[in-house]
Structure formats: C-alpha cells, structure tokens
C-alpha cells in the first residue's frame, strides 16, 4: 500500500517467542491485503478489476468483497466525498505531480466521466462485482491501509496480545492501553513542519485514528497548490490546506472519514461524522498564513506535544 507499517506490542519479557509469530502473522496479513488492494501494483486483485468487461459480475475474493463494500458504504454516507472509484482522476493528478504541467481539459472530462461511486454495484451473496462504465480505475487508497491495520490488530489480540498499536503510515489501529498507563501516547502532525503549532498528542486506546492531509504529497502548478485528494465533484486536487485527524470505533472507518472530511466543507463533514458514533474529528486549516482549529465536541483531550507545545 506503498508505506511503512510498524506494529508496537507492550508485552512481558517471558511472552517474547509466542510474540514473534504473532508480529509475523501480523505483518504477513497486511501483506496478503496488500497484494489485493494495492493500486500501486498493476497485478493486484483490485487494479485487474479495471481490465472486466462491462456490465459483466465478476467473482472476486472476499477481502476485496470486504473492502469495496465498505468503501461502497462510505461513499453513499459521505454523499461521494469519499469515492473508490477516483482512480482515474487520481492517475491524471500523479502525472500532473510528474510532469509539474495542469491536466489538459479534455482528459480532466474523461477522467471524470469514468470516476463515481453510483457506476459500480455490488452483490455480497453472489460475491461479484459489476462495472458499468468503461475506464473504471478503483482507488482504495482512502481506506485500505486502515482496514488493514485493523486487521493486524485482531490478529494480535486474538494471539493474546490486546495491548498493540499497528501503524499503516499514519492510519493506526489502537488496542488496549500497556500496563500501568491510560493509553497509548500518539503525536499528531497534521500539516507542514513549518507549522509546528498545530502538532498535538492524544492518549488513546481501543479505536483507530487517522490523519488525512496535504502535509506531504502535492503539487504546485501555476502558483496553485493541490493535494493529492481529489475532490470528485470538481476532479481538481483540493486546494485548501487542510489536516484532518479522525477517532473513530476502527482504523478502517477512521480512515476513510478522513478523507471524506478532507473533501466536505465544515458544517457537512461534522455531519457525516455524526452518523458513527464514536467518530470525532479535529480539522486544521492554513488561512491567509494562520491557523484555523475546528474539533467536534467529543475530541479527545490534546495534551502537550514533545516540545511542550499547547494547542488550541
Ligand atoms: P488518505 O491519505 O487516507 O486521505 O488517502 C488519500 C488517498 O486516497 C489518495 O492518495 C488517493 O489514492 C485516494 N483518494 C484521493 N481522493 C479521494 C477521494 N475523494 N475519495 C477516496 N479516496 C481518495
Ligand atoms: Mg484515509
């Protein structure tokens, strides 16, 4: 899923062999996903799906099932902010990163006409998935390596390590807090490092969290700026500079409204995440050069960053 993973487990000397193995299934599950869902790799289950024949059920497995379904889901409760079909227009904006030049118009039009979550369908108890435009590109970059860390993480608790944090590049799925402490100690960075006032530190246990942002991938163009989300009504990156940080009940849900509330505007993104209970979220804006910080109600408290920092 083109990113680090690291697993932390809080564990007692004497658990160390049982620990081994259970790491390792870990990690060789994240692998196995990522074999599936990788839109990196042209072999994965996922990218082949772009080359069925339209119109078509085709059978596929049921961790790429699992996963289309749920961003299916995301996409209906997001309105389409959150849209596993971006594929193509994620592509247009890759190259754009390339080359450094704008998409020309015409391609920008295609890309759209093949992206939106309505041009799939989905029949859980046959199993199969239908295309029903052609130049579909699914893109489950917005969610996979959250639902991945949560998997990780099950894998560990049932192996009896329930005190373990799986971080997929900055989407983590969190387990019981170590022994001895109320959580697991988590430093946010949710926009460039020259803006180390938004940093944050959150203690937390049993859920996931996210970070969504244009921190670290965009491209300027013209003296524009734009993220490497796409918002799918447009089909331009996003312009503003935004950090979203989602915790949710999963990593998986976590995941996948960070990026949704990346796209929405305020007001209809703390709606969208009022429909999963447990989910708050802390959205940090660049405006005109200064900080803008919105957080739901039931944010976490945020607590000193290493450098002793206080944040709104
Ligand atoms: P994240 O870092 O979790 O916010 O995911 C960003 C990735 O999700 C991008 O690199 C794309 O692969 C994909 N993506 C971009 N825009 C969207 C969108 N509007 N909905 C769903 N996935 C997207
Ligand atoms: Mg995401």
Redesign the pocket.
Known sequence: MGTRWRIVVAVDSDEETALEGAIRRAFDRVATLDLVLS?YVNSSELSRLSAIPIGQPQSISTDLLANLSA?REM?EISEG????T??P??RLWRRARRTGLMPLPERLEAARAASGWRHFTIDSNAGTVTLLVPGMHF?????A??RAADEALAILRNEGFPSALVDGG??IAIGEAPPGESGWRVVLEPLPRDHPEADAALELHDCGL?T??DAF?FVEIEGRRFS?????RSGLGLEESRGVTVVARDAGRA??L???L??LDLEAGFDCLRRFEGAEARIVRLQDGSLRVDRSPGFPAILKTSEGAQVP
């Not at 902010?81 to 596993?84: K, N, R, S, V």
């Open positions: 839109d961003a996409a902010a959150f849209d596993p971006i594929g227009l994620v893109d489950l970059g917005g969610i390596k959250g900055g989407d996210a969504s942002g991938r490497h989300i796409v918002d799918p995941d996948a960070a990026t949704a990346s796209v």
